[in-house]
Every structure is written in C-alpha cells, then in structure tokens.
C-alpha cells in the first residue's frame, strides 16, 4: 500500500490566493489560486523549480545564453530567482499585475531583492510598449486570467512588440489535447519570428517558443529536455505563413 501523503499546511489566505507549506518538502511553499498551483519555490534553494515547464524554460534560456529576460507574470517568481541566483550579473525584468499576488509572494514565499532581479507591479503589455527595440534577449509570458493567457500578450500586435524586444519569445500554455489554443498561437508567432518551436511533455502544459535555434543549441535542448524529470520534446511547428494582423 502506497504511503499516505501528509496533508499541507495553510499558512496564509487573502481572497482567492492560499499559501501552503509543502508537508514533504519542509522549505517549499506553495501559492494557489481559483484552485490553481501558480507557483511553488523552495526557500532553501531557489534553483528547485517545481513545475516541469519552468524547467524546460530554464533549459532553453541557458541554452541560447538569454542574460536579459523580461518576464510577463510573476506569482512569486520561481524562474526569475533561480536565474537570478545562477547569474547575478543577468538582468531578470518581472511585470507582475496582481498586487495581492506580490504581496503574499514577498510575505509567505520568500520574495525579496536580489542582485540581477527586478519585479515590478505593472502589466506587461504597457511596460513591454515602453522599452527599446533589442534590449532584451528573451520575452517570458507566465500571465493567466483563469485557464488563458490575456489575450493582448498573445494577439499579433502583442507578439510584435515582443519581437521588436527580443529575438526569442517563449509562451507557456495549458491547453487540451487537441491544442487549439497552442496551434493559434503558433500561427500568430510564426508571423513575427522566422521559427516556430513546441515543447511539449505528458501533461497539460505546453511552451511555445518563436526564434531560431541553431542545430547544436537544438540538439542540446533535446537532450536536456529528454532528461528532465518530466521528460518533454522539442518540435518544429509548420505554419502557414500568411499574413497575420
């Protein structure tokens, strides 16, 4: 019979936003909302990230040696600490809309300054219309209302500007198995970046990346990603490349 897991611990609620502690990992805490798992850190070791998709942004962000990210949807900022802690001297840009949000991460998850991080309450469309063309080297969309990303982040003016911004956009998805959302999306990035790139795994997220990938850098994500705990491929997608307004 398999061990029962200990229930976790809530530490903190505000409306629809709980702070758990991990029963089985004595240092991780977890944010939830509407019912959701939005982030999960460790305090004691803030490269630990929790969700495979992170991971697999990880991956690919050391890979094409990304220093300067923006990141569009914070929660407590898993991936931006863990790339801060590697690389100090990076530059971690965090836009995160949902003061309650910052402020349950910054109380109950650990979120604090760092050297190469920087977050701010802000919504990301605004902030990424105000920056200069090629001071990022990738744009990170982690935004969800509810189930969806906002839909100006992934509209064809919204991946524009990320293009203007940077030459690598990576956009995570939960989608169902058909992949509707992932396949629009797709063709939306496919008419602002030259390649179009999937990672998709067993579950229900899926990373859209627009860039190009050089053949060693796409040999070295594959084997990274077929490495990880929740092992995951990377794909060409093949999009119709018309117009898109």
């Not at 949902?98 to 802000?122: F, K, S």
């Not at 935004?143 to 839909?151: C, H, K, L, M, S």
């Not at 579950?203 to 705990?229: C, K, T, W, Y």
Request: glycine share 10%.
């Amino acid at each position: 019979m398999s061990r029962r897991r200990p229930p976790p611990r809530e530490l903190a609620r505000s409306g629809e936003l709980i702070a758990v502690r991990d029963a089985e990992r004595p240092s991780g805490r977890l944010l939830r909302q509407r019912d959701m798992d939005a982030s999960y850190v460790d305090l004691a070791d803030p490269a630990h990230l929790e969700f495979d998709y992170l991971r697999w942004m990880r991956i690919v962000l050391l890979a094409v040696r990304a220093k300067r990210n923006l990141h569009i949807g914070g929660g407590a900022c898993a991936l931006p600490r863990a790339l801060a802690a590697r690389d100090p001297d990076g530059r971690q840009e965090v836009c995160e809309v949902d003061g309650e949000v910052l402020a349950m991460a910054r109380e109950h998850l650990g979120l604090r300054r760092m050297p190469g991080l920087r977050v701010r309450h802000a919504e990301g469309g605004t902030f990424l219309a105000g920056q200069a063309s090629a001071s990022f080297d990738a744009v990170v969309i982690d935004a969800f209302e509810g189930a969806t990303v906002p839909p100006a982040l992934i509209s064809p003016p919204g991946v524009r500007e990320a293009a203007r911004v940077a030459p690598r956009l990576l956009v995570n998805l939960v989608d169902d198995r058909a992949e509707r959302e992932a396949n629009s999306v797709a063709r939306t990035l496919s008419g602002a970046f030259p390649a179009v790139w999937r990672i998709k795994g067993r579950g229900g997220n899926r990373v859209l990346l627009g860039g190009e990938l050089s053949g060693p850098v796409r040999e070295r994500i594959a084997g990274q990603l077929a490495g990880d705990p929740s092992p995951a491929r990377l794909e060409a997608i093949a999009v119709s490349k018309r117009t898109v307004r």
